[in-house]
């Protein structure tokens, strides 16, 4: 374990960009989106606000207002957002007509095929990126083609994995960092099944895990009785959920909004 870490920490400081060493805390220890009236919350400076707006969209608030939409492909819950994230494996995850009025558009891809690399802070908070592979039909797998966006908001590390396709190395799982909270992918097919991407938010070791693009009931109920045997599991009556450091649950947990 100390070789595997030591090897982490070596390609961290060869590769990766500067990043926050408080995320960066080692991690040892289809379907349009629906219509959700996103209503901006009075949160404390502890506080942020996810909403699902569904697919793999969700509308992130941070305490001093700033709105973030992730997977953005048209649709963030009838608002616009400060920020919006996309990805590149499918439409219903970018869009090439982004309203004006946004203030930051970050592609999860680069046009000219090199690893996309963000790192920016918008008032109050901060936004990197992590890239992996997808694959590509005819044309095999893509390098650097989604991104994990990484949102350090209120002392939250919170990361949605996009449209994930493969495990991550070791080098992956210490350039994200410590989370607390992951939104991941469960379809178990387009991404990839859901046995590996269990086994990817399980080394993750984030407490609060938000499933998303699942396609309906059937494909969600068996993510969840693969998870039970590792997570809590709650259902929301609302896609809208307040989280903080200090309300993080004990153990990891899986919360469920409603949605697709």
Known sequence: MYLRTAIVLLSLSLTSPAYSADCLAMAEGGS???????????????????????????L???????????????N?????????????????????????????VLRGWSPD???ARHDLQVDDVRIRNVTTDIRGG????????????????????????????HELSPEHVGWVGRLDVVLVPVDGGY??????????????KARLVIPMHYFGPTT??????????????EMASA?????????LPAKPKLLVLPGY
Do not use: W
């Not at 963030?76 to 990805?87: A, E, L, Q, R």
């Open 60 to 74: 992130i608030e941070s305490p001093g207002s700033v709105t973030i939409a992730t997977d953005y492909s048209g």
């Open 113 to 115: 095929g090199a690893p």
């Open 239 to 247: 896609p809208v959920v307040v989280v903080s450091a200090k309300t």
């Open 138 to 165: 005819y044309v095999g797998r893509v390098p650097d083609g989604n991104s994990i966006f990484i949102f350090e908001i209120a002392g939250l590390c919170i990361g949605h994995l996009g449209h994930l396709h």
């Open 191 to 204: 991404t990839m099944a859901q046995v590996n991407m269990l086994e990817v938010v399980k080394e993750l």
């Open 220 to 233: 969600l109920a068996r993510f969840i009785n693969n998870a039970r045997d590792s997570f809590e599991v």
């Open 32 to 58: 349009p989106a629906r219509q959700v009236n996103f209503t901006s919350a009075a949160l404390q400076a502890d506080e942020v606000q996810l909403t699902y707006v569904g697919h793999s969209t969700f």
């Open 76 to 104: 963030s819950g009838g608002s616009v957002p400060d920020v919006v994230t996309m990805n590149r494996a499918h439409p219903t995850h970018y869009t090439d007509t982004p309203d004006p009025a946004i203030r930051h």
